[in-house]
């Protein structure tokens, strides 16, 4: 497997099919084995007491596979979420940008399906871990 | 089992504890062994061609799993989410509200394990589906 | 949708395909909205203090959905299980048949997505819960 | 953290608790950040065509996580699996054993909650990967 995409072109493709959300979220880096993606927090991201809503935290999870996902196949617009089992297991740190890394586990020829994990920007220890399975549509 | 809340304590009490989201819900029925909670769909909730984000409807999902809950065990803020398994099936109709039905299947000292179906409002084939567990704390 | 096999269609595809654990399972009911299969719960399903082990619960849900998928599109030897999130959420009741209760949520042309709920028969509480997603082959 | 259990003294315990299968499975390594498992691939593991089932999968998935949980928290057999998400990627090879690598991500006073990779020996791609969470006795 090799990329297909730059970070500057998901960038640019996510600009375009998320124009509400694409602010919220920068690609720090792409590698085959694994993406990074930084969400950076807004109030609206938040729950009284300044942590990360489960929302936002599963909204950093899809976005972060979908560029993981196309980081290999290039920019396909339709391939949706079918399925993603998230583990939420330590509150996030207030007021901390989240950071996320993805991992494609299984690329076929219509399913995409990996793992990504999630945590408050400078702490080791992972705050969320989800798995996720993306449809790939079959005419490409 | 019975109820340990009614409607509009719940609707009370999200305001409190949610007051970012809480205009979006509405809590439309209430029993033993099922929750009805509808979206009011806004602008930002969507993604472009007018359907329903999936983040959005993880939140759907969780806030209703978390009332059902409440309305069996009290009002304990404190009770968070700790798996979402979500499955989405068909892209929601565009421009309409969503439905969500909520029921706890195991109400257990320490953990509450259900599943809710996500509908738009009017259509009878189910959006999406998922199973929740929330951790319940130990010294109520 | 409508049935495309009989219990009996069923019964004896399951002999072909899964001749070592086919009389574990009998399909007592089948109808396009739910599927019920028992499983036959033997000494090597149990754990000691005669419970039904976990894998066997795997196994009995697998099972379950399989045969809803297959009542509905035929014969497909192929259609393998993709995922399945299972919650366990009580005990199984000792030296006690298990009834699985399995419906499709959505037949899609690759995907069939749904879930099921297993109980120690005779008793109302279910044991567990899993979603389930099977692949289908597409060239059928 | 730190172990509180050697691979012989969990090996024991595992014989003394499942008598049915520990005959199965084989500790290979244990440390803090993973454990590896072996499962001795037998015929009663097998699908025709001589793959392994995906009940068996579900086995490993599952032992090896227990045995991951065991060797942080000591001997407690009453540790019992509330949920487990799988991921089945690919086929597993013919005839030949699995190995389970399993790390634990969080472990709380009542939840332990990590992942397992699976994989046909001797083969780099993973075949299943699973998302565990184990609940733990509170009054240990």
Redesign the interface.
Known sequence: MELKMTIAEITVFLEK????IDKDFEVISLAVDEVVVRMRVQ??H???GGTV????M??LA?VSYYVATLALIGPEALT???????????KPAAHRDMICKARV??LGR??S?G?VMLYSEGIE??VA?A?L?Y?IP?NR
Chains 1, 2, 3, 4 share one sequence.
Do not use: W, Y
């Open positions: 099919v998320f124009p509400q109030d609206r938040l729950r009284p809503s489960g929302p936002s599963f909204a899809d949706v979420t079918t399925n993603c089992s998230i583990d939420f297991m330590r586990l299984k219509t399913l399906v793992d220890e992972p871990h798995n399975t449809s079959p």
